[in-house]
């Protein structure tokens, strides 16, 4: 039986309920991937994806690309004690003059684990950490549709903050989207590590708790309130 590690990519970055791997060209772990953006659910805001069909060659052309990039760094998410990836997490336009890059998350399989609730926040947290500690960056941008609003509002507990409303921003088909702008500063970063005893992940029992004590009641919810009115 082969090594889980050599067909879903060595352990690049350790977490608590997940490892961030390092893609590579084996058969088993390219079948997996390429298959996520073939499916409706996951590809439903990804506007450069459900189209045309993914093939096992084209992601194959991708994950060569990886290697020879040097603003973007893409990582796939593997459950711990799972021999299975179940999602990718990237870091684009990484810009060592203007100190920024921009963070995109992607979850493509289904998930029943009982720490699933856990992996993409993780998954983000971890390469947040990365990108401050690693790369130096000092802001790491994030873009979501607006139908995605509650799940900005957990990702405030990572530091990320909402800084606006794009109108009509990106469309699919023929629907047209709002994309929520956020952002997550060194200085949010580093407040959070203080907070948590030098690490910005601070456990699955206390992000459950504080993930709970998330307020309904936000800025989010208030600029697309007013985007509403304004358009009536």
């Known amino acids: 039986m082969r090594d889980t590690t050599e067909v879903n990519g060595q352990i690049f970055i350790q977490g608590e309920t997940i490892d961030l791997c390092v893609p590579n060209m084996e058969y088993e772990q390219i079948d997996q991937w390429y298959k996520w953006f073939n499916d409706p659910n996951t590809t439903r805001y990804l506007v450069n994806h459900g189209i045309y069909p993914n093939t096992r060659g084209r992601q194959e052309i991708f994950c060569k690309t990886l290697d020879e990039s040097e603003d973007r760094l893409a990582l796939l998410i593997r459950p711990k004690r799972q021999d299975h990836i179940v999602g990718t997490v990237s870091l684009s336009a990484i810009d060592y003059k203007q100190r920024q890059c921009d963070l995109a998350l992607v979850i493509g399989a289904h998930l029943s684990d009982v720490d699933s609730m856990f992996f993409a926040l993780e998954s983000k947290c971890r390469m947040t950490e990365h990108a401050f500690e690693l790369l130096g960056v000092e802001r790491i941008n994030t873009y979501q549709v607006t139908d995605l609003a509650k799940w900005q509002n957990w990702q405030r507990r990572l530091g990320y903050h909402i800084e606006g409303v794009l109108r009509n921003k990106i469309r ?30 601070p456990g699955k029992e206390k992000m459950f708790k504080l993930l709970k004590d998330v307020p309904s009641e936000n800025s989010i919810n208030n600029i697309l309130e007013l985007l509403r009115r304004q358009r009536e």
């Open 172 to 201: 699919k088909g023929r629907k047209v989207y709002d994309v929520m702008v956020a952002s997550c500063l060194v200085e949010d970063y580093l407040k959070l590590k203080e907070e948590r005893a030098g690490t910005l992940w």
